[in-house]
């Protein structure tokens, strides 16, 4: 492929407006097109084009869905009137607005630029009932602009001119499998996987799945390409008024339902590489089947450069070198840290006590310890590490560069491990390394796990830690508790430890009711908080990328799938159920390793024959081994978080049988076909993982249980895109960042007609990196406990802090305000925020997220830039460093610092204002930033850069 040309499609893949091309030899450009409507025809008009216009039938049809064999007026087509509302003086705007016969209104504002016609659509359905519209029709005619004019000899001689994308190539038609048969014929339909078959256009039906959306042709003699693509798209079609159209999908309104819908018509030279890759920057949600492979390549590799610039653990292709693996590193004993006796623990004092032996609480004493506190760990079984040491294996993020100390530090380690293990370059080292380059971003096994989270606590003499042991008592006195009494699990000894303050790190907040600290359990009701996904709600679910992410262009991975609709007639009100728990078995398919998976005594097949969750292994992760997430039960865990752990056993028990009878169906039932029921067997348990425990995890994930009512909770509006600004709320007192969406499992069984799911969410569109305020680790009425895992999150906002990085990084930050605490003779309910922010920054903590600084680097501006980013000093995810600063910003800048100094800044204000300032255009000089900054070092001559704005400005309020 040409160079320049691949430099243009990744310039667009990365979020560039695709501009006015220049004419060969630097010609001037042509004349952007203009447009007219004509009863109801859309006229488009253009030097360039054959016989100086193109007619599109605006619209044909809207129809109804079960359409492939049905009457065309008789049923699928739907009445509707179009009025224009404006057309612009120059042609070049026109706003329209349909109006269907079951109420449905459709506002489309329709621009023509020089070489593309741009569509953008609202449908509103302000009625009572659900609309049958399902998708409408474009029709735009192309005789002329093919060559072949409007009444030639056949009705098909334009069609070796068109093309569509199938069998992962441009197909001039008629393509292969060119079908002839069906209730109208001759013509063409291309339905999409996720499109019901049963609702298309009732002409002949390709058998073939089209590659994308887009469909076009050539001009007469070759020079142009017109094409067009819409999103959402209902099919393809090639017709008989020698028309080709993408037919845009509505889906049936449901009652107050808004749909946005856009569209473009290209007519670019004929360079098809040139016009994919504008389509891919245009609709990258159609790239989930085989995409155009210059697109895809381009895609990627501009993903990847973004994701290798802040990668935790990166690692050059054209340098990694294997080495020679060693076999003893994998030999190495799991248990490193010395677990205390009982009595050595009872009646002693702590700084701080750790109850809870999870990823965050082993966070959060470990760096309480390094920063001069004793901290005891208590943990209620014998194994430390939560999850990540009990089958998760992945580490759950879609951000894959650093985010604090000790996370950098444990990752660090488990690479250095793979390496001496497996050696460098390796495919489970490339599988293993902490970076969104690819998905899932990070691996470890289970044992491995447990060993560097026992090595980080073996290395601090600070740290004592207490197994087999859990809260069953605590001493609250005023608005401190002064100590707990722990009980042997399984048994009935108590001792009881002192401390001067405690942290709740467990999965279950079982510190939370015996401190009397108001907590909840549960999804709230939608009116609570005003979040537009809380309460009961029956959701579906789109199984495509999510596109806003890779089209604004976020350092982040895109998740494969993103939320589907939901029933507007849910109840959304609040009751006690929890997202589903499962157990989250650790697989191998080496022969040598694996062992069976036993039949549970209580097996009862019945369970699984409809059953909707039948894999064993997903994904491929390092050293032959993968990870089940199946075998979940909503519903049945809804007792666990309040039970204690007499009452949480049976609850346990059931989780384990339901998830061994289903491997053992898998793998043995006659109703799974044999060649899948082959497949199955391949995976076992690994021989090498949980050995005194019969291979099987020592924990089932909890992914809810109870959530502190903190001194601010997280919502799904702190998750999602600010009003007026780039990125989410700011939070002056954020000590960490969400970058995994807001999720749930199902949390009952529930299902309504065309919505499968109680509770199911995946918000990927909805969800971007957020701030994480300290005030929702503080819990109300106790200032000397501190929540880092079951913080003060709505059910919805759970969904995006419940992730192991997430809470490694609470748990850090919430062990530097113990330290700090103790330091400055408070608590940590009483410590000074803005005290703790800059010392987090100031140790490459991330407290805000940004597409473009690597928080490791050698810059003296990160932590300035991290601290003014809680500030409102950045309105995007873009902290563009090596612009020059812009007047307008420096004068917000310099408001936003007498606010900081008078002490009534107002952060999201901060931001809007800054938002506004940068869509101006004047560049600042230096003289002018000393008049605004008196207090900044004197600049040399010429604009100021944002970098050196910024540690200047950091300098003046003593951040280093």
């Known amino acids: 492929m040409n160079p320049a040309l691949r430099r243009v499609g990744v310039a667009l893949l990365l979020g560039a407006a695709p501009g006015t091309p220049a004419a060969p030899g630097g010609a001037a450009v042509q004349p952007p097109l ?10 488009i008009r253009g030097a360039r084009l054959p016989g100086g216009e193109l007619r599109v039938n605006y619209l044909e049809a809207y129809c109804r869905a079960g359409s492939t064999d049905a009457d065309w007026t008789g049923h699928t087509v739907i009445p509707h009137r179009t009025e224009t509302l404006a057309r612009s003086p120059d042609g070049r705007i026109l706003k329209l607005r349909c109006t269907l016969a079951d109420g449905v209104t459709v506002n489309h504002r329709i621009e023509a630029k020089a070489d593309e016609i741009d569509f953008q659509l609202t449908a509103h359905n302000p009625g009572t009932v659900r609309s049958e519209a399902h998708w409408a029709q474009a029709c735009p005619r192309l005789g002329a602009f093919t060559g072949v004019g409007e009444n030639g000899a056949s009705i098909d001689d334009y069609l070796p001119k068109c093309f569509v994308f199938v069998g992962g190539k ?22 999409p996987a996720r499109v019901p078959r049963t ?5 002949p039906l390709n058998p073939r799945v089209p590659d994308n959306g887009l469909i076009g042709c050539y001009s007469g003699d070759e020079s142009l390409v017109w094409a067009t693509a819409w999103e959402p798209y209902q099919e393809l079609f090639q017709g008989v008024a020698r028309c080709l159209h993408s037919d845009f999908r509505l889906g049936g309104l449901e009652p107050g339902g808004t749909r946005r819908i856009r569209g473009k018509m290209y007519i670019v030279p004929s360079d098809t590489d040139a016009l994919l890759k504008r389509y891919a920057a245009d609709f990258p949600e159609h790239f989930g089947g085989v995409p155009p492979a210059a697109a895809a390549a381009a895609t990627d590799e501009a993903r990847r450069r973004m994701a290798a610039a802040v990668a935790l653990s990166p690692l050059g292709r054209t340098n990694a070198v294997p080495s020679a693996p060693s076999p003893a590193a994998a030999r190495e004993p799991v248990r490193l840290a010395r677990a205390a006796k009982a009595a050595e623990v009872d009646g002693r004092s702590f700084d701080l006590v750790v109850v809870g032996g999870t990823p965050g609480g082993v966070a959060c004493a470990v760096r309480a310890a390094r920063e001069g506190c004793s901290a005891l760990l208590v943990q209620h079984n014998g194994h430390i590490g939560g999850m990540m040491a009990n089958g998760l294996m992945q580490w759950d993020a879609l951000y894959g560069g650093p985010r604090a100390p000790l996370f950098t530090e444990l990752l660090g380690v488990i690479e250095r491990h793979t390496i001496r293990t497996f050696g460098e370059g390796s495919r489970d080292h490339q599988t293993m390394r902490f970076t969104h380059e690819h998905y899932p971003i990070g691996w470890v096994e289970p044992h491995v796990a447990e060993r560097e989270f026992n090595r980080l606590v073996a290395a601090e003499t600070g740290v004592t830690l207490l197994l087999g042991h859990h809260p069953v008592a605590a001493d609250r006195d005023g608005a401190r508790l002064r100590g707990v009494t722990l009980r042997a699990t399984g048994g009935r000894d108590e001792i009881r430890v002192r401390g001067a303050m405690f942290a709740d790190a467990t999965y279950e907040g079982d510190l939370l009711p015996l401190a009397r600290v108001p907590y909840r359990v549960g999804r709230e009701a939608r009116d609570e908080f005003g979040e537009p996904h809380a309460g009961k709600v029956f959701c579906a679910i789109d199984h495509r990328p999510a596109a806003g992410v890779v ?6 991975r895109s998740y494969g799938s993103r939320q589907g609709s939901v029933d507007p007639t849910s109840p959304f009100t609040a009751d006690g159920a929890v997202q589903a728990y499962n157990f989250r078995f650790c697989t191998t398919c080496d022969p040598s390793n694996r062992v069976p998976f036993p039949k549970p005594a209580n097996y009862r097949r019945e369970e699984y024959v409809d059953y909707g969750r039948k894999s064993i ?9 993968s990870h089940v997430n199946s075998p979940i039960l909503p519903g049945e865990n809804h007792g666990y978080p309040e039970a204690d752990w007499a009452g949480r056993e049976p609850i346990i028990r059931r989780h384990l049988d339901f998830a061994l009878g289903l491997m053992w169906f898998l793998q043995n039932d006659e109703s799974v076909p044999a060649a899948q029921r082959a497949e199955h067997r391949r995976w076992g348990l690994p021989a090498d993982e949980f050995p005194d425990n019969g291979h099987l995890p020592y924990e089932m994930y909890v992914r809810e249980a109870r959530r502190i009512t903190a001194r601010r909770m997280f919502t799904e509006h702190d998750g999602s895109l600010a009003p007026g600004l780039g990125r989410t709320p700011v939070h002056p007192d954020s000590v960490a960042i969400t970058d995994w969406y807001m999720d749930s499992h199902s949390c009952t069984t529930d299902s309504r007609p065309g919505y499968r799911y109680d509770g199911k969410l995946i918000l990927t569109e909805e969800s971007r990196p957020a701030q994480v305020p300290y005030r929702t680790l503080l819990p109300q009425g106790v200032d000397n406990l501190l929540v880092p ?7 919805v906002a759970w969904g995006s802090v419940r992730l192991e990085p997430v809470w490694m990084q609470t748990g850090e930050a919430a062990g530097f305000a113990a330290a700090l605490a103790k330091r400055e003779g408070t608590v940590p309910g009483r410590l000074d925020p803005d005290l703790l922010v800059r010392t987090l920054a100031g140790r490459r903590h991330v407290v805000s997220f940004f597409n473009d600084v690597h928080p490791l680097g050698p810059e003296p501006w990160i932590p300035a830039a991290q601290v003014l980013a809680t500030r409102g000093f950045f309105h995007d995810y873009n902290a563009r460093m090596d612009e020059p600063l812009k007047a307008a910003t420096a004068r917000a800048w310099a408001d936003a610092l007498a606010e900081i100094r008078a002490g009534r800044s107002d952060p999201n204000a901060v931001a809007l204002t800054v938002a506004a300032a940068e869509s101006t255009g004047a560049i600042l000089e230096a003289e002018a930033f000393a008049t605004l900054f008196p207090g900044a070092d004197a600049a040399a001559p010429g604009p100021v850069l944002r970098r050196d704005a910024v540690l200047r400005i950091g300098a003046s309020l003593g951040l280093r």
């Open 617 to 625: 292994a997903s994904n491929a992760g390092p050293n032959r081994k």
């Open 551 to 556: 089209r604004e262009g976020l350092n982040i």
């Open 34 to 43: 203009t447009l007219e409507r004509t009863n109801n025809w859309l006229v």
């Open 199 to 203: 609702d298309v256009n009732p002409r």
């Open 789 to 795: 895992v079951c913080m003060g999150a709505t059910h």
């Open 170 to 191: 441009l197909q001039r038609m008629p393509t292969p499998d060119w079908a002839t048969e069906a209730r109208y014929t001759p013509g063409q339909v291309w339905c």
